[in-house]
Nanobody, 121 residues
Framework: QVQLVESGGGLVQPGGSLTLSCVAS????????MGWYRQVPGAERELVAS???????SYTDPVKGRFSVYRDNANKAVYLQMNSLRPEDTAVYYC???????????????WGQGTQVIVSS
C-alpha cells in the first residue's frame, strides 16, 4: 500500500524559509520521478516542483529561484526547500510520484494528508 507522508509546514513570515519533507512507502522510490504540489481552497492542485529519478529538477515560474527540490533515495524521501516565501505561497503542500506523459506530469498515487504552509506577518 502506497503511503506519502508530508511534514514541515507551519507559519512563517514573508521572506522566511521552510523545508518540507515527504517520506514515501510502498513504491520503488528510486525509479520514480517525484513532484511537489500545492493547493489553495477553491483552486486546482498545481505542480510546483519535480525531480526525476536522475535528479533533474523543474519548477513552475512563480517559484523559480526561490524553491529547491531534492531527494534522498536511501531514505525514500523528497524535500522542498522554500526560501523568500511570499503570502501567495500559502497553501497545503503535497508530494506524489509523477509520470511524464506528452510533456505533462501526472500524479500516480492517492494523496497524503499534505502539510499546511502559511506565509503571513
Amino acid at each position: 500500500q502506497v503511503q506519502l507522508v508530508e511534514s514541515g509546514g507551519g507559519l512563517v513570515q514573508p521572506g522566511g524559509s521552510l523545508t518540507l519533507s515527504c517520506v514515501a512507502s510502498g513504491i520503488i522510490f528510486n525509479v520514480n520521478a517525484m513532484g511537489w504540489y500545492r493547493q489553495v481552497p477553491g483552486a486546482e492542485r498545481e505542480l510546483v516542483a519535480s525531480i526525476t529519478s536522475g535528479g533533474q529538477t523543474s519548477y513552475t515560474d512563480p517559484v523559480k529561484g526561490r524553491f529547491s527540490v531534492y531527494r534522498d533515495n536511501a531514505n525514500k524521501a523528497v524535500y522542498l526547500q522554500m526560501n523568500s516565501l511570499r503570502p501567495e505561497d500559502t497553501a497545503v503542500y503535497y508530494c506524489n510520484a509523477v509520470v511524464l506523459v506528452a510533456g505533462t506530469y501526472y500524479h500516480q498515487h492517492p494523496w497524503g494528508q499534505g502539510t499546511q504552509v502559511i506565509v503571513s506577518s
